[in-house]
C-alpha cells in the first residue's frame, strides 16, 4: 500500500517513518516533507501543497490511506475533500476541526456538554471586552478565536496585557486569521497548575488513548520567555497518573467525542486535549486540538512499538465508525525525550539558509527528526523554518533519556542555534 503524509515539519517526519516501518507499506509519500524525509530512501517527498491538486494526486496514485498533520488543511476542509472522492483517510473533517480553528466553538461546545474548562466569556466588540477585563482584574487569558499558529494566547498578569491583548486581537493589524462572524476573543480564567497532552485516537465513537507527554511552551529554560510551537517533550509524562487519566478520559475525552456525535458532527482523528491539572489531580481543558502535538508526536512515536498502519486503518474501517474498540497499543515501557533545535530569531524572526551539521547517526533508541530543513540543489542541508530539528532519545528514566538526546545534541552546529537546556524538568521532580 502507498500512503500519504500530508505536512512538512518534525510530526509529519516522526509520522512517515513510523508508517514506513509496517510491512504492508510500499511508499510513504510527504507532501511536502523536509530535508530528514527528502534523505529517507523508504519515504518520499511530493511538492504539492494545493489541497485540489494534493487530491487530485492522490486519486490517481490510488493512494491507499492519507494521514493530514497539521491544523490548517484541516480547518480548510481536506479531510472532507479527499472523502468526497471515496479516499481513506485519517482526520477530522472541517466541521469537527472546529474543535482547534475556532476557540469560541471549543469553549460553548465544552459547556453545552459539562466538559471542565477555565470560565470564559466571547467577546467580538472591543469596549465590551476591556469592560469585563476591569470587572474581572488579573490575571486572566485572553485568547484569539482563530487559527494563530501560537501568536493567539495572552496569559496576562496585568491588566494592561489583557487590555492590549484585545487591542491586537480584534484590531485589524495582527493578520491573524478570522473565523466566520469576524474576530473575536476569549477571555478566560486563569488556572494554576501542571500541563499535560492528553492526544487519542478516535473512529468516530471509539477512543484509544496514546501515551502521554508534556511538551514546554515557552522558548527559554526556566520556563522564560514567549510561548513557542514548543522547544521539547517527553513521554510518559508522570503528573498523567492512572487517577488523572481516568479522570481524563472520564470527565473529558468521552464526553467530548460523544458530545460530537450527538451534534452530528462525529470526530474521527487524533484528538488532543491541552491539560491544566490542579495541585489535587482535577484535570481542566485547556484547548482541544484537533491533531498530533508537535513535538510531543517525536517521543510518542518513539514509543510505540504497534504496527501504525494497522492501527489508522482499524480506524478507518468504512462504515459509520472504525473498530479501534478492538485494537490494543503495544508501547515500549521506557522513556524518550525530544530537545527542539530552533534558529536564531525564532519565534517573531526566524533566520533561514544556514547549513545544519554535525547530524548524529540514526540509532535504535536516538533519532532526529527534521521540521525546518531543506536539501538544496547541492544535496546540502540548510535550516528553513524557526524549528530545525527535535533530537530525540529512548531511555530507562527520563534523566538518562535527557543526557542521551544533549549528548547527541552537543555535536550539531547550525549557526546561532538556540535550545533549552532543561527538558524534562518537571518530571525529574516527579
Ligand atoms: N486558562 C489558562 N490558564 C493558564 N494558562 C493558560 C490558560 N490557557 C492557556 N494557557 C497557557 O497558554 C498556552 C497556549 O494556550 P492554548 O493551548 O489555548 O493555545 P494554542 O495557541 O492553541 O496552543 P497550541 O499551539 O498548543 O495549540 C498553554 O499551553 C498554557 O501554557
Ligand atoms: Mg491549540
Request: hydrophobic fraction near 40%; charge should be neutral; glycine fraction near 10%.
Amino acid at each position: 500500500m502507498n500512503v500519504l503524509v500530508v505536512g512538512g515539519w518534525g510530526r509529519e517526519h516522526a509520522l512517515a517513518w513510523k508508517l514506513a516501518q509496517s510491512a504492508r507499506v510500499q511508499k510513504v509519500f510527504v507532501a511536502p516533507g523536509n530535508g530528514g524525509t527528502a534523505r529517507d530512501s523508504r519515504l518520499e517527498n511530493l511538492p504539492i501543497t494545493d489541497l485540489n491538486a494534493l487530491t487530485e494526486w492522490a486519486q490517481a496514485q490510488r493512494i491507499g490511506l492519507t494521514v493530514v498533520g497539521p491544523e490548517a488543511p484541516l480547518a480548510l476542509g481536506l479531510v472532507d475533500l479527499l472523502r468526497s472522492k471515496g479516499l481513506r483517510v485519517f482526520g477530522p473533517t472541517q466541521a469537527a476541526a472546529q474543535l482547534e480553528s475556532s476557540k469560541a466553538f471549543s469553549k460553548a461546545f465544552m459547556q453545552r456538554h459539562g466538559i471542565p474548562t477555565a470560565r470564559h466569556q466571547t467577546f467580538s466588540q472591543a469596549d465590551a471586552a476591556h469592560a469585563h477585563i476591569d470587572a474581572h482584574g488579573a490575571p486572566l487569558v485572553v485568547k484569539a478565536d482563530g487559527l494563530a499558529a501560537g501568536k493567539g494566547v495572552v496569559v496576562a498578569n496585568t491588566l494592561a496585557e489583557a487590555h492590549a491583548a484585545v487591542d491586537f486581537m480584534l484590531g485589524d493589524t495582527a493578520g491573524l486569521q478570522h473565523n466566520a462572524g469576524g474576530a473575536r476573543v476569549v477571555i478566560e480564567d486563569f488556572l494554576e497548575g501542571e500541563e499535560a497532552s492528553f492526544i487519542v485516537l478516535c473512529d468516530g465513537r471509539n477512543v484509544l488513548p496514546l501515551a502521554t507527554s508534556q511538551d514546554h511552551k515557552r522558548l527559554l529554560s526556566g520556563d522564560l520567555g514567549p510561548n513557542t510551537g514548543g522547544m521539547g517533550a517527553y513521554s510518559p509524562a508522570p503528573v498523567v497518573t492512572p487517577e488523572v487519566h481516568a479522570r481524563a478520559m472520564r470527565e473529558i475525552i468521552l464526553p467530548t467525542v460523544r458530545g460530537m456525535e450527538k451534534d452530528g458532527i462525529p470526530f474521527t482523528g487524533f484528538l488532543y486535549a491541552g491539560l491544566m491539572i490542579d495541585a489535587s489531580g482535577h484535570p481542566k481543558t485547556l484547548e482541544f486540538n484537533c491533531r498530533l502535538g508537535d513535538p510531543e508526536t517525536q517521543p510518542i512515536l518513539m514509543r510505540l512499538k504497534s504496527d501504525l498502519l494497522e492501527v489508522l486503518l482499524a480506524a478507518t474501517e468504512p462504515g459509520p465508525h472504525g473498530r479501534l474498540d478492538q485494537v490494543e497499543l503495544q508501547w515500549d515501557r521506557r522513556t524518550a525525550l525530544g530537545v527542539v533545535v530552533a534558529a536564531q530569531g525564532y519565534p517573531q524572526a526566524p533566520r533561514r539558509g544556514d547549513p545544519v551539521e554535525g547530524l548524529p547517526p540514526d540509532a535504535d533508541d536516538a533519532r532526529v527528526f527534521h521540521a525546518g530543513t531543506l536539501l538544496d540543489a547541492d544535496g546540502r542541508l540548510l535550516s528553513s523554518g524557526g524549528r530545525i530539528l527535535c533530537v530525540t532519545a529512548l531511555a530507562d528514566n527520563v534523566r538518562q533519556a535527557q543526557q542521551r538526546a544533549y549528548d547527541l545534541l552537543a555535536g550539531i552546529r547550525i549557526d546561532g542555534m538556540q535550545y533549552r537546556r532543561d527538558i524534562g524538568h518537571r518530571a525529574t521532580r516527579h
